[in-house]
């Protein structure tokens, strides 16, 4: 299973359970002022970040395909690289928070840490145990000075 479901369809897979634990479960219901402006800034910042880790990747002239990590052709340390290790996961979690808040369902939060450990166990150390072999002391540094998340 490690490295073999894109991400992408990760994503989807938990949004979808989100959609449906909040439209079948009768309890966990919440709502706050200011929701719909959370939900705007929380969408916008994981568009952000995953299109300056895009562009960055592009850049550097390496793969973007995360089932195939061994492809990579630079370590990308710099930009937002600076403060995630994974930026485009992160953006990925910061949409799925986004769904949640919007859903109103207060159980959505187990579902999102559901996908952060998903995303850890089968394709963040994966990629980890790939780009150490590859590019070995410099991932190494970069892994003891950059967090995996944020």
């Known amino acids: ?20 634990l909040a439209e079948f479960l009768p309890i966990g219901y919440f709502d706050f002022y200011g929701r719909m402006l959370l939900v705007k800034i929380l969408v916008g910042l994981g568009v952000l ?13 390496t793969t973007i395909d995360p089932t195939k990590p061994d492809k990579a052709s630079n370590l990308v340390v710099g930009g937002i690289f600076k403060f995630s290790r994974n ?14 808040v919007f859903l109103g369902n207060a159980f959505n939060i187990l579902i999102t840490a559901t996908f952060v450990g998903y995303m850890n166990r089968f394709q963040i150390i994966p990629e980890e145990r790939i780009l150490l072999e590859k590019f070995g002391r410099s991932f190494k540094d970069y892994c003891i000075l950059t967090r995996r998340w944020f």
Do not use: N
Request: net charge positive.
């Open 1 to 20: 299973m490690e490295l073999k479901v894109p991400p992408a369809l990760v994503f989807v897979c938990f949004g979808l359970i989100m959609y449906l």
């Open 87 to 100: 930026p485009m996961y992160l953006s990925l979690l910061l949409i799925l928070l986004a769904l949640g």
């Open 49 to 61: 970040i995953a299109i300056m880790a895009l562009l960055q990747f592009g850049r550097a002239k």
